[in-house]
């Protein structure tokens, strides 16, 4: 599992989205794939953010990348 990282897309941050991970299979988002995205509002967004990041239980998994947005 590797990360890639780049920025938050201008239609994430219209929406308060301050991280976002995707699970991919390639190096770039692909309609099929998994993201999850941390909001401003939430109140746990600092320990979801951390485990986010964490991607070493993908590790042996089909996804190849994990593409973090912040």
Known sequence: MRKVYKKL???QKDR???FA?????FRTEQ???H???VLATDEDKDEVMDRLLD???FNNSN???NIVRG
Do not use: M
């Not at 991970?21 to 299979?25: A, F, I, K, Q």
């Open 16 to 18: 308060g989205v301050i």
């Open 21 to 25: 991970s995707t699970l991919s299979v």
């Open 35 to 37: 993201t999850h995205e």
């Open 55 to 57: 991607d070493k239980f």
């Open 31 to 33: 309609p099929n794939d």
């Open 9 to 11: 897309s201008q239609e």
């Open 63 to 65: 996804w190849n990348f």
